[in-house]
């Protein structure tokens, strides 16, 4: 199991950057590929970005453009570049880990707050 640890989220204004990181207690060669998502209160939970170790990125509609997602392979870290926040962005996020095994897990979230 993948023991996920999230950090930098936090209130930020309209227009603002916040950015995020996801530490996991694995080696690298154990994952398949990372990414972000988020939950809103009242809204199912979606995608916001993936990535694997490799470098292939994938983006939520809603955040292309300004949100870059990237890894730091020797920290087994990964991180999300938040800019050009919107109130709309407000969530919990979520940093997920898949395996080869194709083991999937979570971290326990951090709150992402845009104020307006």
């Known amino acids: 199991q993948v023991h996920l640890v999230e950090s930098g989220g936090g209130l930020v204004q309209a227009g603002g950057s916040l950015r995020l990181s996801c530490v996991a207690s694995?080696?690298?060669?154990?994952?398949?590929?990372m990414g972000w998502y988020r939950q809103a209160p009242g809204k199912q939970r979606e995608l916001v970005a993936t990535?694997?170790?490799?470098?292939?990125?994938n983006y939520g509609d809603s955040v292309k453009g300004r949100f870059t997602i990237s890894r730091e392979n020797a920290k087994v870290t990964m991180y999300l570049q938040m800019n050009n926040l919107k109130p709309e962005d407000t969530a919990v996020y979520y940093c997920?880990?898949?395996?080869?095994?194709?083991?999937?897990?979570w971290g326990q979230g951090t709150q992402v707050t845009v104020s307006s």
């Open positions: 997920k880990a898949v395996t080869y095994r194709l083991e999937v897990n």
């Open positions: 694995v080696s690298i060669a154990d994952i398949n590929y």
């Open positions: 990535i694997t170790w490799g470098g292939i990125t």
